[in-house]
């Protein structure tokens, strides 16, 4: 019994670590649209892709470390399924953060400033709904009240997130001043930045049912 709790111990503390890594990508990720608003400079948006890539790939590592370990008879087979199918869900998030700003490298995407404090508007909400993710999954070995509720300002961040994505896309289509090719292509960048949050709503969703399997 005393190896049994001292592998789930080990989980708990690996998917700590996992959900640390994951916030450090979402905190990369935001610094990098902040300074690319500032100063969209060629050199410095491939450097930032390369730091988000490297941080998104560390919480990878880290992730099939996980999965190693709870094949190791860490966990009852059918709390194994609950944890990996939780982490494979939360991994969408720093990779969403990812494809977003190598979306705006590869495209050589420029945010009009006028539009820069609503773009970086959405990117914080993304990232406070990623944080609020990150605080549910780790509340999940210990505390499922504060679980639920840290699921519920994800959904919050969520709404937030889908009210400011439409008010840029219809800003953006009424705005004469922008050729008709880069509403498209500023259109599609909100939506990738928008999907940060989707995507941990999809996750709060994982821990709700999880929650609610424990507590019958």
Same mark, same amino acid.
């Given at each position: /019994? +005393?190896?049994?709790?001292?592998?789930?111990?080990?989980?708990?503390? #690996?998917?700590?670590?996992?959900?640390?890594?994951?916030?450090?990508?979402?905190?990369?990720?935001?610094?990098?649209?902040?300074?690319?608003?500032?100063?969209?400079?060629?050199?410095?948006?491939?450097?930032?892709?390369?730091?988000?890539?490297?941080?998104?790939?560390?919480?990878?590592? !880290?992730?099939?470390?996980?999965?190693?370990? /709870?094949?190791?008879?860490?966990?009852?087979?059918?709390?194994?399924?609950? %944890?990996?199918?939780?982490? #494979?869900? /939360?991994?969408?998030?720093?990779?969403?953060?990812?494809?977003?700003?190598? /979306? !705006?490298?590869?495209?050589?995407?420029? %945010?009009?400033?006028?539009?820069?404090?609503?773009?970086?508007?959405?990117?914080?909400?993304?990232?406070?709904?990623?944080?609020?993710?990150?605080?549910? +999954?780790?509340?999940?070995?210990?505390?499922?009240?504060?679980?639920?509720?840290? !699921?519920?300002?994800?959904?919050?961040?969520?709404?937030?997130?889908?009210?400011?994505?439409?008010?840029?896309?219809?800003?953006?289509?009424?705005?004469?001043?922008?050729?008709?090719?880069?509403? %498209?292509?500023?259109?599609?960048?909100?939506?990738?930045?928008?999907?940060?949050?989707?995507?941990? #709503?999809?996750?709060?969703?994982?821990?709700?049912?999880?929650?609610?399997?424990?507590?019958?």
């Amino acid at each position: /019994m +005393a190896l049994f709790v001292n592998k789930q111990k080990k989980v708990q503390t #690996e998917v700590s670590r996992y959900c640390s890594q994951v916030a450090n990508c979402l905190d990369t990720f935001q610094h990098a649209l902040e300074q690319y608003c500032k100063n969209p400079d060629r050199d410095a948006i491939r450097k930032d892709v390369a730091d988000v890539h490297k941080a998104e790939s560390l919480a990878d590592d !880290i992730r099939r470390d996980i999965e190693v370990l /709870m094949y190791s008879k860490a966990l009852f087979p059918e709390s194994r399924g609950d %944890i990996l199918g939780l982490l #494979e869900t /939360m991994d969408k998030v720093p990779n969403q953060a990812e494809s977003t700003v190598r /979306m !705006i490298m590869n495209q050589h995407i420029v %945010i009009p400033e006028t539009y820069c404090q609503k773009v970086l508007q959405l990117v914080d909400v993304g990232c406070r709904a990623g944080k609020a993710m990150i605080e549910a +999954a780790e509340k999940l070995f210990t505390d499922y009240t504060n679980a639920t509720v840290a !699921i519920g300002k994800i959904d919050e961040l969520e709404s937030e997130g889908d009210r400011i994505d439409a008010e840029l896309i219809e800003r953006l289509f009424s705005d004469d001043d922008i050729d008709g090719f880069d509403k %498209i292509i500023l259109r599609d960048l909100v939506k990738q930045i928008s999907q940060i949050s989707d995507r941990a #709503e999809n996750v709060g969703d994982r821990i709700r049912i999880i929650v609610a399997k424990r507590g019958i």
